[in-house]
């Protein structure tokens, strides 16, 4: 009877619907010299499943907390990125800025040459009248 109660049990074992209790049931009839012959090739499963659970982790795990690196030079490239649009916006302000200064620079000059340019047409006129005033002696 009791073979054929640990038969069953097996079968739920391997089903994956025994019980804890039923379990231990197993492990207990395994561990014993006397199992029948057909079900010994069950035995070292059972008795590695015994000799597992005693099995104890004995390393010094360091409790270090992992760093995230990868946000932080996520956090750096949106930095870095932001910094050059803005400096490149400056930059591009200030030729701007300097290209006006320059034109109005220019249009100065300009109009200051053509003030020059009418001053020179005087001087060509006292020129000839010098001319004049020399020849007649």
Do not use: C
Request: no cysteine; proline share 2%; hydrophobic share 35%.
């Amino acid at each position: 009877m009791e073979l054929d109660n640990i038969e069953k049990l097996l079968e739920k074992y391997f089903e994956a619907t025994s019980t804890v209790a039923e379990e231990q049931t197993l492990q207990a009839y395994f561990s014993q010299e006397k199992v029948a012959t057909h079900l010994e090739q069950y035995r070292p499963m059972f008795n590695y499943f015994s000799s597992a659970k005693e099995e104890r982790y004995t390393k010094q795990v360091p409790l270090k907390p992992r760093r995230n690196y990868y946000k932080w030079l996520s956090v750096a490239a949106v930095v870095v990125l932001t910094f050059g649009i803005y400096y490149e916006y400056q930059q591009q302000r200030e030729a701007e800025r300097v290209y006006q200064q320059t034109k109005e620079a220019f249009a100065l000059l300009a109009e200051n040459f053509g003030k020059g340019t009418e001053k020179v047409a005087y001087l060509q006129e006292f020129e000839v009248a010098k001319q004049k005033i020399y020849n007649n002696d």
